[in-house]
């Protein structure tokens, strides 16, 4: 049975999810920010006995570019070097000009499409807030920050997918 509301710490909820690959795309242009979600979704990833490759870009409009260009690549086929999943790290803060509002808007909706396009399970911590210290008391925190939350939320749609397809683990 699928159990979608994993918490971080629960110990009955760890390595759950040996030999699975993780795609994590990182936008590093708050560069603490990214370091503390970055933290907090591999702390979860290697918790759930999971392994990840990181693609680091520049901002969040840019999540989304790389995503498709995995799918482009046949990174997302059933085959042993295929991902199982994406969790997409990064921050917007916002600013005086409209350009937060585009960038937030943009990075979550073609991240969202792709995602449903293609059938790929994504746990999104793109943090959207008015400032740095916001920003940081999310990030923080490792499994429980919301990199550990992206992480848990994208093995809980991976679990769900299993479910769907009849393969329970």
Not at 33 to 44: F, M, N, P, S
Not at 121 to 136: D, F, W
Not at 139 to 160: M, N, Q, S, V
């Amino acid at each position: 049975m699928v159990q979608l509301n994993s918490r971080p710490g629960a110990e009955a909820g760890d390595n759950r999810h040996p030999g699975r690959r993780i795609l994590v795309i990182e936008a590093r242009f708050y560069e603490n920010i990214a370091d503390e979600l970055y933290a907090g979704a591999v702390a979860e990833i290697e918790a759930q006995g999971a392994s990840h490759d990181r693609v680091v870009v520049p901002g969040a409009l840019e999540i989304p570019q790389a995503m498709i260009a995995a799918v482009a690549a046949g990174r997302f086929e059933d085959d042993a070097d295929s991902y199982h999943g994406v969790v997409a790290l990064g921050c917007v803060i916002r600013g005086e000009t409209a350009h937060y509002d585009v960038v937030v808007e943009n990075a979550n909706h073609w991240l969202m499409s792709v995602a449903i396009d293609d059938a790929i399970p994504v746990g999104n911590a793109i943090l959207t807030v008015e400032n740095e210290q916001q920003a940081l008391d999310r990030a923080r925190g490792g499994r429980a920050g919301k990199g550990g939350d992206a992480a848990r939320a994208c093995f809980a749609l991976i679990e769900a997918a299993d479910h769907f397809q009849g393969e329970d683990r």
